[in-house]
């Protein structure tokens, strides 16, 4: 079982972030389950959903407590939201943020961080700070637990079409191509 | 309009399913569609609004061939597919919470009336203190009001047994309203693999479709709907008995026909889903835990866990909450020394769960004493995770040797 908690704040997409890569990884023969958390969600408050995949059928249909990884789809979120709290050690950060690995914000139990300028990149795209598509590319190259072209195929069968398909797929693949990894490797061995 | 045929022909295969990621809503939407009801009535209420958008949206593409009204508030619109119903027309809605509530007056008439129309509950805790998230307070506080009412623990659940439903309902041995309830933000929402029936094997299920001339109102075969009964002269009295006992019967025909028609959805569709009570992992077990909805697959990751540990629990899960299954709870009884019983509501009468309350009742029946104790947990949208039911199962364990009739635990009480 590899568990997921995305953050984000309401209008960013971390809910339908969550939805599309359980799509991808059900493309890729996975289980996947994903759960968003419940709010009075609007526009700017932070948000939480939820993601388990494994080769197995999943059965618990709970909130996550102890993730594996945590996708931030927001710079600022982690100044007011304790985004850290349960994950595993050794576990995976993948972040939003046009900062250097020295000035983000981090745990100890983070071992692989994924750095992605999702915001600076979104608004090139989109003209919007809408991070989601970003984020799951981020996601793909920082982890490897889904592969590029399982986001790419799920985005295509998904509710997007023409202009809006277009713009996500560049999302993903320079989400992808634009984000640098580092391994904290005292951290990976603790 | 159909009743159910099970004389139908069983292909020996499904037409191939086709896979899909979807939440529990959408889940009941499709289920919705592959049914084929001729007319829909909605008002959306969190956790549901999802669910009919999904409905509207089918029948705005045109997938969906039924009417759809647009209803001021709940009350109509369940009055409004009463009108449905009587013209031979197979209806469907969902609600929940607040909207159940305002709903009562015809919903009380809808069972009465012996109305087969399908309402899928998407349970909401109650208010007040305000709250809009999940709980099964709304189902439980209907549950005597004489619709068969069965609970989902998956999202394939909730598509497959919305389609059994229809069939259920509309059995000329049950001829009863049915809701499906589905737990409101973990399965309402929760998004996973589903498999989605072929069209042409639903309708196979279904049987020819032709106007339910149970309940269809017709000059040339003219029917007293809702007479005025009661009172205590003439034949007021007995009339009424004889709609409650009527009322009853059905509830109790309902049972075999669940049985019957889950059967036969298996067969069709290669699915088996436990159609009044589940046992997992029971054989063996000196005691058991008793789970209602979509808490269940958490509680059976901790039965394997506690196994593993060398625990000798299992667990019984109810489907058909109503009517009670008492025969098929009384066999899963007599296996076990001692009984947790995990609710999603509060049975404020008694100080313990609805559905605790109602299993001390069959424990009766079995003539043997059994401990047991009621655990309440997942209010308004709490979580009952693996670790929570880890707790039920140490509590549990402990009335093998100290059967002494103690409080309801509250698990989330200190979460």
């Given amino acids: ?190 | 309009m159909t009743t159910a045929t099970l004389e139908t022909p069983i292909q020996a295969k499904p037409a191939k399913q086709k896979v899909m990621l979807v939440e529990g809503n959408e889940a009941a939407a499709l289920g919705v569609a592959l049914a084929r009801p001729d007319m829909v009535a909605v008002y959306p209420i969190t956790p549901q609004s999802s669910l009919v958008e999904h409905v509207a949206k089918l029948i705005a593409d045109g997938k969906m061939d039924a009417d759809i009204v647009d209803a001021e508030g709940e009350h109509s619109v369940l009055s409004v597919l009463q009108g449905g119903a009587l013209a031979g027309a197979r209806t469907y809605t969902a609600t929940c919470g607040p909207g159940l509530a305002f709903m009562f007056e015809p919903y009380f008439r809808t069972s009465g009336m012996r109305l087969p129309i399908v309402m899928s509950i998407v349970t909401r805790d109650g208010i007040t203190p305000q709250s809009v998230w999940g709980g099964h307070q709304d189902a439980m506080t209907v549950r005597e009001v004489g619709w068969v009412q069965v609970y989902c623990e998956t999202v394939q659940e909730v598509l497959d047994t919305t389609i059994m439903a229809f069939k259920i309902a509309e059995h000329h041995d049950v001829m009863l309203p049915v809701n499906i309830c589905l737990d409101g933000n973990y399965l309402s929402y929760g998004t996973s693999r589903v498999e989605l029936p072929n069209q042409e094997d639903v309708d196979a299920f279904m049987g020819a479709k032709d106007v339910n001339w149970h309940v269809a109102l017709d000059p040339l075969r003219p029917m007293a709907v809702d007479p005025l009964t009661g009172g205590s002269g003439g034949k007021g009295p007995s009339t009424f008995v004889r709609y409650r006992k009527g009322q009853c019967k059905g509830m109790q025909n309902s049972l075999r026909v669940i049985e019957e028609i889950h059967e036969e959805w298996a067969q069709r569709f290669g699915r088996r889903f436990a159609p009044l009570v589940e046992e997992y992992r029971l054989d063996g077990a000196d005691y058991a835990i008793m789970t209602l909805g979509s808490m269940t697959g958490a509680a059976k990751d901790a039965i394997d866990e506690a196994r593993d540990a060398g625990r000798k629990v299992g667990l019984i899960k109810i489907k058909t909450f109503s009517p009670f299954p008492i025969d098929a709870l009384l066999k899963s009884f007599a296996k076990i020394q001692a009984l947790g019983v995990v609710d999603r509501s509060v049975g404020f009468r008694w100080n313990c769960g609805p559905m605790y309350q109602e299993t001390m009742g069959v424990l009766y029946r079995l003539g043997r004493h059994i401990p047991s104790m009621s655990f309440i947990g997942g209010l308004a949208g709490a979580d009952i995770t693996v670790g929570h039911f880890h707790r039920v199962i140490e509590a549990t364990e402990k009335l093998l040797s100290n059967p002494a009739p103690i409080e309801p635990v509250w698990l989330n009480e200190k979460d």
């Fill in chain 1, 1 to 190: 079982m590899y568990e997921v908690r995305f953050h984000g704040r309401g209008g960013q997409g971390a809910v339908t972030a969550a939805a599309m890569l359980a799509a991808a990884l059900l493309e890729e023969g996975k289980y996947a389950v994903s759960i968003p958390s419940f709010g009075f969600e609007r526009r700017g408050a932070p948000v939480v959903s939820f993601l388990r995949c494994s080769d197995r059928e999943i059965r618990q249909l709970t909130n996550i407590y102890t993730p594996d990884c945590l996708i931030c789809v927001d710079p600022t979120l982690a100044k007011t939201v304790d985004i850290f709290g349960g994950l595993k050690p050794g576990g995976t950060l993948v972040q939003a943020t046009n900062k250097p690995l020295a000035e983000v914000a981090l745990s100890p139990s983070v071992a692989t961080v994924g750095l992605c300028d999702a915001i600076g990149i979104a608004l090139q795209i989109f003209s919007k700070p809408i991070t989601n598509t970003l984020m799951l590319g981020a996601f793909a190259r920082t982890t490897g637990v889904v592969s590029l072209d399982a986001l790419k195929r799920s985005l295509e069968d998904s509710d997007f079409r023409d202009a809006g398909l277009k713009q996500n797929l560049l999302a993903l693949e320079r989400g992808y191509n634009e984000t640098a990894v580092y391994q904290i490797p005292q951290r990976a061995a603790a």
